[in-house]
Nanobody
Framework: QVQLVESGGGLVQAGGSLRVSCAAS????????MGWFRQAPGKEREFVAG????????NYADSVKGRFTISRDNAATTVYLQMNSLKPEDTAIYYC????????????????WGQGTQVTVSS
């Protein structure tokens, strides 16, 4: 079993940067692909970014490509999402998640969720 705890959310002005972190507990952390999702008020939860278990492969939603970077530190059992050039439409609760594969993150294969951290971007 894996438990995920997000941190680092907050309020930032448009154009600014923020890094959110997800600390995982459990021995099998390094065997999972990790991802970030977000959910804005009144909208469905959407995929943002994913990284393979070894960190060698990543993918991103088109809306964040070139602005967000996902990374992981398996020794620290932590995954990060560096968010640059933030826009008001990036405002959402950001959730960390695991899946067996990177493909699984985007195809209903999530097997663990964190509780979320709020990111608010002011205009």
């Amino acid at each position: 079993q894996v438990q995920l705890v997000e941190s680092g959310g907050g309020l930032v002005q448009a154009g600014g940067s923020l890094r959110v972190s997800c600390a995982a507990s459990g021995r099998t952390f390094s065997k999972y692909a990790m991802g970030w999702f977000r959910q804005a008020p009144g909208k469905e939860r959407e995929f943002v970014a994913g990284i393979s278990w070894g960190g060698g492969s990543t993918n991103y939603a088109d809306s964040v490509k070139g602005r967000f970077t996902i990374s992981r530190d398996n020794a620290a059992t932590t995954v990060y999402l560096q968010m640059n050039s933030l826009k008001p439409e990036d405002t959402a609760i950001y959730y960390c998640a695991t899946a067996q594969t990177l493909y699984g993150l985007r195809t209903m294969g999530v097997n663990h969720w964190g509780q979320g951290t709020q990111v608010t971007v002011s205009s």
